[in-house]
């Protein structure tokens, strides 16, 4: 007796509840495997800003002091993408994917690899993917407005770097480390990025808007 498409359907919802196939299981390897890439980009982004002495008489500009470069490593607006573009459970399996993968696979992250690398300052930006991409899946589920939309970028991009910080702060007390290095680190990882992680995870968030409309067609 044939197996009928109540039975079909119930036999793919296996992991985390989710629909699996294997137009979904591509394509979450597939953004999966975009986070490794987005991790070893990195590129400048130039420019234009006003000095903070820009009204002081005493000062003489020259034009470069109106442009401002920024090394570019859109690995958060991607996370952006993927919860975007995936929704929360396939979004999350996705994140899953990259993290176990660079723990006992490949050394995917921006470090290398390994069980060692939770005790790198970083991870805890890594472990903020996750719930990122649950609440920005969850805002983006009643619609991709543009106010969604910047809802749900503004709530996932803190979330990393308030979890990313407070991990890195938690490392930093077992390891007895200096203010001055605690307060350059978080410059360093969540200064000014958080402003371009906002901007770009934005436009990344409007083209999944419009490509999920593609891709889930062949799955």
């Known amino acids: 007796m044939s197996e009928s498409e109540a039975e079909k359907r119930l036999r793919y919802r296996q992991i985390f509840g989710i629909r699996l196939s294997l137009g979904s299981i591509m394509l979450m390897i597939f953004c999966a495997f975009l986070l490794v890439l987005s991790t070893f980009i990195k590129f400048n ?3 234009y800003i006003l000095p903070l002495d820009i009204f002081d008489e005493t000062v003489h500009h020259n034009p470069s002091d109106f442009l401002k470069t920024v090394a570019i490593i859109p690995q958060i607006p991607v996370v952006m993408f993927i919860g975007a573009m995936l929704g929360r459970k396939y979004g999350i399996t996705s994140i899953l994917m990259y993290i ?6 490949l050394p995917v992250f921006a470090l290398g690899g390994g069980p060692g690398y939770i005790f790198e300052y970083s991870f805890g930006y890594i472990i903020g993917y996750i719930p990122a991409v649950f609440f920005a899946g969850s805002i983006l589920k009643s619609g991709f407005t543009y106010r969604n939309i910047a809802q749900a970028v503004l709530v996932g991009v803190l979330t990393i770097h308030i979890i990313g910080i ?9 390891k007895h480390e200096g203010t001055e ?21 934005f436009l990344l ?7 999920r409309l593609l891709l889930w067609i062949f799955m």
Not at 100 to 105: N, Q, W
Not at 186 to 193: L, P, V
Not at 205 to 211: Q, W
């Open 100 to 105: 176990l993968a660079g723990l006992f696979i």
């Open 166 to 174: 407070f991990y890195m702060l938690f490392l930093a007390g077992l």
């Open 205 to 211: 968030v409007l083209v999944a808007k419009y490509a």
């Open 45 to 47: 982004l130039t420019h």
């Open 181 to 201: 290095f605690i307060q350059g680190w978080i410059i360093a990882q969540s200064g000014w990025k958080i402003v371009y992680d906002f901007i770009l995870s």
